[in-house]
């Protein structure tokens, strides 16, 4: 059943195009009912959840590595399908009046539903490598659904530059969960909960810590990584509402909660946290305000809020995980309405520039309520689940202790004040004011556009009003599931005079003083926190990769073999010397040790030795090729006598064969042997060559004092007779044991005789 | 019982490396034939060097006293494998000196391109 999540989309989405006409004419409508179906299967586990039997699954996949599938849909997970399919169902449905005419009209059905599957699966996945699996693939359906209008070169770039950053993240993030693997020897999350103690007294946490960080901070779009979402704006609209406002970009506040029983109480991970999370509310608030392009001002807002909640759920207490999801719920509710408000004004007045809208409340009159509940609901004005879920907030804050006691209440509240401040200027700077319209007189928008926001505002209202709605069945599981601990959450809309009651008030008057004001502090603030110096940043990173890519490549790779081969023997030797170094001078006394040579012994070795050197001295071709046959010869001499007939004999065969190839070349090729060269390259190469040559002789020696592991050798030479009916072990290994292998080295010895039979004929052609 | 063979080896070694910084790309493949002996040499001393151990079975001899037979056979096939490859190697020299007229390694280097 909980395969069905990610199942159902993701396979309707890879069959959109085979639909019937009928149907593919109606796209949004297609989406929004498999969404809504999800969404209505999901509310029926409503009560298993909270009675805390969460329906599990799991499959061995490649249990050697621990990777399986297994998916868990927890307290937090359901609550996270319900946003998923709730909020999706309200974007398909906009989406089907909104892309009517868009020329990637499929293109965008199709990879909006992949991703929502995908969304769906990272909720309810509870293995870390399939939960990274599903990530990626959020990442990948984000790229192409920014990139949709693929012939433009800023879609383009800001497609890539989203990829760039997410992938980076996410790759960093995999080597965290790796060290998780490193640690407990495991990827299954319930697991990892139940041994979060092993975790923490590990000497790898704090990598482990720092990796995970990296992920699902630049997920997120958390300071200093928060430059990707404002570029990825150029998406259509329900794209920006769904992936890059109400679910995708929660992925990294997921997992901060979802291993919050790991890592609470871990100083290291609460205030990095922290301190990213509170920088990013105000970072992100700030430049919110300066914003004139609404999608802009809402991505900026979207960055600051998630900021705010990664801080709380850092926090890791019960008071703070609370908050944090209440205001994850708000926060897709208004946002994702504030985002389909913008969208519609664009659809009908074709801009989507503050300093050219005005007075829309006159021609809008529908969408201009839906604006105002979700606007004020942003600011936290009371009754609207906004109001709530900051109270709660402030509460959590205040609860608090140490430096965090007073700091983290006063940046929530100058976070708010801002918050508030952007999201009256979003607000009266569209709807109020003197009517100013765009180029084209504004049409009024048609019922599906201003119905699906309608829908948010209505649940805004409602969870305002009466949070006990949500909080016994929905908050409560999810905050069970992020604390494994049981929860008990009540929420009201009252709580009495208390002073989180007190800081909202001043938030709001705050807020509103501000407003008229705006255009002053965005002088007051504007050198510290311009967009352009992150973007030049990470276009200086980027520019930095392609120009020194490159180089490097053609320093390395410029054709000469002989560099290459000068390359791949230092480092050899620098290895093999560090392992020397290491092994601390291995008792090379041993080998004096059952010393039985004779005459031949060293007769033998000499001649090899005299042979190698020679040839570097052979001016003449013949003789150095007569003289590598020579060398040939007596390594099949210390093969026969070393026990070892079958070598030799095969030894003999092929340095002959090996002497005839050379003469029927060499008879063609006259010239070029001797290429002169300075005498102190040749003196360098000499040194060189002689300090590998002894490198190697020490390496086999230390190799030869080494104990020796035991052979699998007794099994062949057991088997040989009793099995093979052989006598001869090495031939029977050859083509019994391994026949295979053989079979193998035949077919490429047969080609190389097919390459040599063509030389040899073309040379007697051409005489 | 290896230790003078192991200098035999080094010294392979480090010709075939010298043999294999030069110009001439015959110099180039004679080096590469003489590092294929040394390497063939080193697992073969690496399993131990056994005199009066051919591996052939008989009546009445241990076979604990064999030579390794399983590094004989990985040798055996490297033997034949690496002469395959020489083989190929040396038309693939001889053609390119026919067609280039040359067999300076600088040369072919820039005929890149």
Redesign the interface.
Known sequence: MILLFFALPMGVGAVLPFLPSLLRRNLGLVSAGVTASLFGLALTQIPRVSDGRPPVFSFDWVPSMGVNLSFLLDGYALFFVLLITGIGSLIFLYSQQYMAHHPHRLKFYSWMLVFAGAMLGLVTSSNLIVLYLFWEMTTISSFFLIGLSDREEGSRWNAVQALVVTTLGSLTMLAGFLLIYVTLGTFELREIWARASELQESPLLIPTVALIIVGAVTKSALFPFHIWLPSAMVAPTPVSAFLHSATMVKAGVFLVARLTPVFVGVAQWEVTLVILGMATLVIGGVLALRQHDLKALLAYSTVSQLGMMVALYGLGTDLAAQAATLHLMSHATFKGAMFLVAGAIEHETGTRDLRRLGGLVGAMPGLAVVATIAALSSGGIPPLSGFVSKEVLLDASLASSGVEGWLLPLVLVVGSVITLTYSLKFLLGAFFGSPRYATQSPQKPSLALVLAPGVMAVAIVTIGVYPALVAGDLISPAVAAITQRPADVSLHLWNGFNLPLALSVVVIVAGIAAYPHIGRINDLLSPATTRGTFVRGYQATVDFTYSAVPRIYWHLQNGDLRRYVVVIILVVMALVTAGLIRADGPPFSDLTKDVDLGVLDYGLAALVGLGGIAIIFRRRRLEAVFNLGFVGILVAAIFALYSAPDLALTQIVVELLMVVLFMLGLRHMLRMFNVSAARSVVALQLVFSAAFGALVTVLLLAVLVTPQHPSISPFFIENTEAVAKAKNVVNTILVDFRGFDTLGEITVVAIAAVAVFAMVRAVRERG | ????????????????????????I???V?GL??MS??A???I???G???????????EGVQ?QS????????L???A??????????L??L???T??EVG????DDL?NL?G
């Open positions: 019982m290896e230790i003078p063979i192991s200098i035999a080896i080094g010294v392979l070694a480090g010709g075939g490396l010298f043999l294999l910084l030069q110009r001439s015959i110099k180039v004679i034939l003489l002996h040394a063939n040499l080193t073969f001393t690496v131990r060097l056994r005199k009066g151990a051919v591996p052939v079975i008989e076979a064999f030579a390794d037979p399983l590094i004989q056979a040798i055996l096939t033997i034949v494998i690496g002469f395959g490859l020489a083989a190929f040396l038309i020299t001889f053609q000196h026919r040359s067999d300076d390694l280097r890149r």
